[in-house]
């Protein structure tokens, strides 16, 4: 039956509530299914996988439907709890303690064993906030990036669900309307409420108990997103998210459900088909991929890096770099030198000053994209860069790919170029030393506090989400 521990445990309180109802003991009940007590023990216990032929009989000797015995939910509140205290003493944060298990009996009673059960709630709780560090996020982050990087950045089932689900909404062609939207939420059971007063905190807040996203309003600045919102509300149904308790779980959910947004906004087959013809046209330019699919241009770029390698045969490279020059996102499989710390992270380091990425600040016409060639000490890339600015700042979005696939792209024709020799300090961040030699003792500049993409999240439920503001929002709409 490929039952997992949690189901066993469950299914074994099941059978002991109807068995101890039925007022049979161990032996009395395994008489009846022709098994012996120990073994039906076992069953009880979690700890043996009943075959079905067995849980017929054991059914039909207790006079209860199969389906009462295969329930999900435990029989009691106690028996929950039984459960939950067994799955706790089971985790690596327990067993290493070298502490043994206690095993509820008859003569314990519901408050000593809320007692015990609280207690690791609360150990769980801790060795969850322990771990909220900035490195522990940016290790994290790292191992993600290096997981996608293996596999090109493209997730087939992820593919496959979302082409499924946009299809079902009735969508044929063109850009995923609002109304889309709201019909794949309806096809879920939810629908979509647009709210003034969200938590600071939350994109968006789900109401299991009612069917309900809560969104913020469409009017706000930026509103255009809320498709995407919706659609990252929907997918942790989706795809089965459970609540994070790490770093590492957070971030891949989170790169989970822009990765279904995307491929909603911008369905595989007809973004394949799209981009194949620019292609073949030798006209492929993100800002066209964007305004065919009404999306904003870093959307239209990451979901680029997604189907590029997998379906048109072309390794690249992906930046998103504030005006301070920091990375904040990055992506490639192009051999491209990404700057990086000795841990592996990306996040918060400076790119080459010569780099597209940067020099795309120094234009006064901003509205089309930069072309550039920019010889590294690994070959030459050719990138399209194009400008943006939030209330945060200025920010670059960069697509790249080697010299040998830049004819396959508008500006190909370029004359800018770039030569830089990074890593190597004395490109762009060491001063010559007759320069420094005349500065040195002669000046003073106060640093900039550089602000990592990845700092301490708050302990909630989920990272980064401030649990109280969620109950209170829903207490206020859960009635009306």
Wanted: charged content about 25%; hydrophobic content about 35%; proline content about 6%.
């Amino acid at each position: 039956m490929n039952r997992t521990g949690s189901d066993l445990s469950t299914l074994g309180h099941r059978i002991r509530h109807f068995r101890t109802q039925r007022g049979l003991t161990l032996d009395e009940l395994g008489e009846r299914v022709g098994l012996a007590g120990s073994q039906l023990s076992l069953i009880e216990n979690g700890k043996r996988e009943p075959k079905l032929s067995t849980l017929q009989s054991i059914a039909a000797a207790l006079d209860v439907e199969l389906t009462d015995l295969l329930a999900a939910e435990p029989p009691n509140p106690r028996a929950a709890l039984e459960i939950e205290l067994r799955q706790a003493q089971q985790r690596p944060l327990y067993t290493e303690l070298g502490l043994p298990a206690v095993k509820p009996n008859k003569g314990m009673t519901d408050e000593a064993l809320l007692a015990l059960v609280g207690l690791h709630r609360e150990l769980q709780r801790k060795a969850t906030e322990a771990i909220a560090t900035p490195e522990e996020a940016r290790r994290a982050n790292t191992e993600l990036r290096e997981w996608m990087r293996e596999r090109d950045n493209y997730l087939p089932e992820i593919e496959d669900l979302a082409e499924t689900r946009i299809r079902a909404a009735g969508h044929v062609r063109g850009a995923v309307t609002h109304r889309t939207v709201s019909i794949m939420a309806e096809q879920l059971g939810f629908s979509l409420i647009y709210v003034n007063d969200l938590p600071h905190s939350a994109r968006s807040v789900t109401d299991l108990a009612n069917g309900r996203i809560y969104l913020p309003p469409a009017s706000i600045p930026g509103g255009h997103g809320l498709r995407s919102m919706a659609l990252q509300a929907m997918a942790h149904r989706l795809l089965d998210h459970a609540q994070p308790t790490s770093y590492a779980a957070f971030l891949r959910q989170r790169l989970e459900i822009n990765y279904f947004a995307a491929c909603c906004l911008m369905p595989q087959e007809a973004a394949v088909g799209f981009l194949s013809q620019a292609k073949r046209d030798r006209n492929l330019a993100v800002e066209d991929f964007r305004d065919a699919f009404g999306v904003t241009h870093e959307a239209a770029a990451l979901r680029f890096t997604n189907l590029a390698t997998h379906h048109l045969d072309m390794p690249l490279h992906f930046l998103r770099v504030s005006e301070d020059g920091s990375l904040a996102k990055g992506y490639e499989n192009d051999g491209l030198p990404l700057p990086a710390d000795v841990t592996g992270g990306i996040e918060g380091q400076l790119v080459c000053r010569k780099w597209s990425a940067r020099s795309a600040f120094e234009r006064t016409n901003r509205t089309t994209e930069l072309y550039q060639y920019t010889d590294t000490p690994v070959g030459t890339y050719w990138c399209a860069t194009q400008t943006g600015t939030t209330s945060a700042g200025e920010f670059s979005i960069s697509v790249g790919v080697p010299f040998n696939q830049a004819k396959w792209f508008r500006g190909r024709e370029t004359t800018n170029r770039a030569a830089s020799s990074c890593p190597d300090p004395s490109c762009c961040r060491r001063p010559p030393s007759e320069l420094a030699e005349r500065w040195l003792g002669n000046a003073w500049p106060s640093a900039r506090l550089h602000a990592h993409v990845l700092s301490p999240l708050p302990s909630g439920t989920f990272p980064g989400v401030d649990d109280s503001e969620v109950y209170d929002f829903l207490e206020r709409h859960s009635g009306s």
